[in-house]
T-cell receptor, first 113, second 113 residues
Framework: DVKVTQSSRYLVKRTGEKVFLECVQD?????MFWYRQDPGLGLRLIYF???????EKGDIPEGYSVSREKKERFSLILESASTNQTSMYLC????????????FGQGTRLTVV | AQKVTQAQTEISVVEKEDVTLDCVYE???????LFWYKQPPSGELVFLIR??????QNEISGRYSWNFQKSTSSFNFTITASQVVDSAVYFC??????????FGTGTRLTVIP
């Protein structure tokens, strides 16, 4: 079974802190994604990566950066957390860009206080 | 522009009733994929089905069935004889094969025992 694992299920951080959300997949997928899920807005793409050290901005990249040093790991970084970044963050991976299904992690619910 | 609309925000049904979740999409591309995902209370999105734009055949998988109609740009999902375990948020998504899945805002289904 494909497994996408996010390092934390729940996280509480203070405004201004630098926050790291980690994601690991075990199926050698080339593509990895970070989404943000908010009520009434569905899932919105923050960043995605199609290869090691390669990244592209999604729909809402402002305030975020990413790192992909190894194929299996994709990190989302909040440089200076703000309260409007309180949300559910979902990591996903897929074999090819858009033609195959994506596999999702269990999500990280981040609260910024 | 690409867009996925799930007009039903929340639906409640009594166990064993049939329920249809609506999905309407917009795209000018002729090649695309449509997906349905289930998000149970645990948070992890689970892939249910993928359908490409050239295949309008309806599909049935157990109690689940999908009706794809290009003429109305719809990809509706029906659960027959609903069960409590079907309670979840269901997302419809559109992919143009590039770098993103465009998600609808989701429909929360509650099945009452």
């Amino acid at each position: 079974d494909v497994k996408v694992t996010q390092s934390s299920r729940y996280l509480v951080k203070r405004t201004g802190e630098k926050v790291f959300l980690e994601c690991v997949q075990d199926m050698d997928h080339e593509n990895m994604f970070w989404y943000r899920q908010d009520p009434g807005l569905g899932l919105r793409l923050i960043y995605f990566s199609y290869d090691v050290k390669m990244k592209e901005k999604g729909d809402i990249p402002e305030g975020y950066s990413v790192s992909r040093e190894k194929k299996e790991r994709f990190s989302l970084i909040l440089e200076s957390a703000s309260t409007n970044q309180t949300s559910m963050y979902l990591c996903a991976s897929s074999f090819s860009r858009g033609w195959t299904e994506a596999f999702f992690g269990q999500g990280t619910r981040l609260t910024v206080v | 522009a690409q867009k996925v609309t799930q007009a039903q925000t929340e639906i409640s049904v009594v166990e064993k009733e049939d329920v249809t979740l609506d999905c309407v999409y917009e795209t000018r591309d002729t090649t695309y994929y449509l997906f349905w995902y289930k998000q149970p209370p645990s948070g992890e999105l689970v892939f249910l089905i993928r359908r490409n734009s050239f295949d309008e055949q309806n599909e049935i998988s157990g109690r689940y069935s999908w009706n794809f109609q290009k003429s109305t740009s719809s990809f509706n999902f029906t659960i027959t004889a609903s069960q409590v375990v079907d309670s979840a948020v269901y997302f419809c998504a559109l992919s143009l094969g590039a770098n993103n899945l465009f998600f609808g805002t989701g429909t929360r289904l509650t099945v009452i025992p």
